[in-house]
């Protein structure tokens, strides 16, 4: 079993940066890929980025290509989403997520967490 905890979400003006944090514990022993969702209210989850165990393989949903980097620290069991040049239609909920594969579907991924809020102001 592998538990996801979000953090660094917050409000943040058009044009910032926000650096999402997602910290794992359990499932020792197994290497697996993180992903990042967010869901907007009234909108499909949809797919942010993913990286792979040894950070080999990474890969970006297309609104957020160029802007948005994935980071993972395997020593610290962190996984990290920079995200720059934010605009008002990156406000969501962003949830980390762990599975096997480096896949871009929801159901790649069998372990979530909680999520964080980002909102981002005009």
């Known amino acids: 079993q592998v538990q996801l905890v979000e953090s660094g979400g917050g409000l943040v003006q058009a044009g910032g940066s926000l650096k999402l944090s997602c910290a794992a514990s359990?499932?020792?022993?197994?290497?697996?890929?993180i992903a990042w969702f967010r869901q907007a209210p009234g909108r499909e989850r949809e797919f942010v980025a993913t990286?792979?165990?040894?950070?080999?393989?990474?890969y970006f949903g297309d609104s957020v290509r160029g802007r948005f980097t994935i980071s993972r620290d395997n020593g610290k069991n962190m996984v990290y989403l920079q995200m720059n040049s934010l605009k008002p239609e990156d406000t969501a909920h962003y949830y980390c997520?762990?599975?096997?594969?480096?896949?871009?579907?929801?159901?790649?991924?069998?372990?979530w967490g909680q999520g964080t809020q980002v909102t981002v102001s005009s």
């Open positions: 997520s762990a599975g096997q594969l480096a896949g871009t579907n929801w159901d790649d991924y069998a372990y």
């Open positions: 990286i792979s165990w040894a950070s080999s393989y990474t």
């Open positions: 359990g499932g020792t022993g197994r290497r697996y890929a």
